[in-house]
């Protein structure tokens, strides 16, 4: 079964959906993976209850409708004006393993290599390779950009 493909724009640091090349069209579609991946990256995780909210609203985030036992989305907002230090390269990298995790634990993935470095000032770089079972590779490459 195949699902919408959610593409990231590494320029605007945003997913997208992508259009097939023909006019008229309907929207490209992958297994799902790559979409999975990006969703679970990039949806606001519910902070736990020993987080420090950066905005010190108190604010946990997170979605409405998670289920306690496996909440979906990671914790990366909890980096918004985080110091550029190797202490936060690791909790980002943390983050993103806790992230993907599930789809580990649900057999979609054997494993994943993540590698994070500073892009530029305020710029975290990011890759995330999936290995399938089947032993394929995607690799997904963005840009995260936690001071607003």
Sequence with gaps: MS?????WDVANLRGDWVQQSVPGADLESDSGLQTAVLISIFTD????????????SGDPRGWWGDDPEHPIGS??????????TNETLLRAKDYL?????WLIDDGAVAKFDI???W?????????VTA????????AIKFNYDWVK
Excluded: C, F, M, N
């Design 119 to 127: 892009a530029a000032p305020s710029l975290l770089g990011a890759t």
């Design 115 to 117: 590698v994070v470095q």
């Design 131 to 138: 290995y399938r079972q089947d032993g394929q590779t995607v």
């Design 97 to 101: 393993i806790e992230a993907v995790q």
């Design 75 to 84: 914790r990366l907002w909890l980096l918004h004006r985080a110091k550029q």
């Design 45 to 56: 995780r519910a902070a736990l209850p020993d987080d420090v909210i950066p905005d010190g």
């Design 3 to 7: 699902d919408i493909l959610t593409s």
